[in-house]
């Protein structure tokens, strides 16, 4: 998705609070993480070898031959032994989708205890913005002409009056919990997620559409910006079990 900053300006936008920020970018940040190839094989090798495996180094041909066996017979375990922590900031609706994924440890910002910042999803003009087919087979397609400007025009309205009553219940002392119920799932989020490689895989073989997997997925797209970015990041650090992954068929062990 290209990323782009969406501002109220103009007179179609006037009463809109000018604090209010419209945004269509969706931001992945790797911010810890303990995961290498060599750790997988590492993990596997304890189950025959005992505790020197600990210090055994290996050349790359023997841990890409040790991780396509492992992937191709399935024995997950191995991949296991590790972790990625990421920073994600994207709409709630798109937090909740990662939310699904219930291997996973997630610490998200609490409405509860402090004020919501007003900083909304809007959907860039490169957006498909029509679905068609069955659930579980979508294709997406452009919209109409003048689909996207409505839409945008709409939610900026929207959002502006949910904020705005948002304010309100806030200055009449009501509590944070209470009144973010009136704020719209477009509204900006952000977590850590943490996971394995194993989870991650799993992650990324539903919410990533690749046409060649063994079982292709069509997520949404707000998601699927997420797991590229993960993916993109996940593959520096452990490219030889990336390259396994894709060539059998994108299926976590």
């Known amino acids: ?13 006037a009463a809109v609070d000018p604090e209010i920020e419209f945004r269509s970018e ?18 596997a090798r304890v189950s025959t070898v005992g505790e020197i495996a600990q210090t055994e180094t290996r050349s790359d041909g023997y841990v890409e031959g040790m991780l396509k066996y492992l992937m191709k017979s399935r024995h997950g375990s191995p991949f296991e032994h590790n972790y990625l922590t990421f ?19 997630f610490n998200e910002e609490s409405a509860r205890y402090r ?34 400007d409505r839409l945008v025009e709409i939610a900026k309205e929207s959002y502006g009056a949910a904020y705005a009553g948002y304010n309100e219940l806030i200055e009449r002392g ?24 194993r989870s991650l895989m799993h992650f990324l073989s539903l919410r990533t559409h690749r046409q060649d997997a063994t079982y292709p997925s069509h997520p949404q797209h707000e998601i699927a910006v997420v797991a590229e970015e993960m993916e993109r990041q996940w593959r520096e650090l452990m490219p030889i079990t990336h390259a396994a992954f894709e060539t059998f068929g994108r299926v976590a062990p």
């Open 1 to 13: 998705m290209t990323s782009q900053l969406i501002r109220p300006e103009g007179a179609a936008v």
């Open 87 to 105: 920073l994600v900031t994207a709409p709630i609706f798109t937090v909740r989708h990662m939310m699904r994924h219930r291997t996973w440890s």
């Open 115 to 148: 004020e919501v910042r007003p900083v909304f999803y809007v959907p860039d003009a490169d957006r498909l913005l029509r679905q068609v087919g069955k659930p579980g087979h979508y294709q997406y397609v452009p919209g109409a002409e003048g689909d996207h």
């Open 174 to 197: 009501v509590a944070r919990e209470i009144a973010r119920i009136v704020l719209p799932t477009a509204t900006y989020s952000s977590l850590y997620a943490t996971c394995n490689a």
């Open 26 to 43: 969706i931001t992945v940040q790797l911010v810890d993480h303990q995961a290498s190839d060599l750790g997988v094989v590492r993990a």
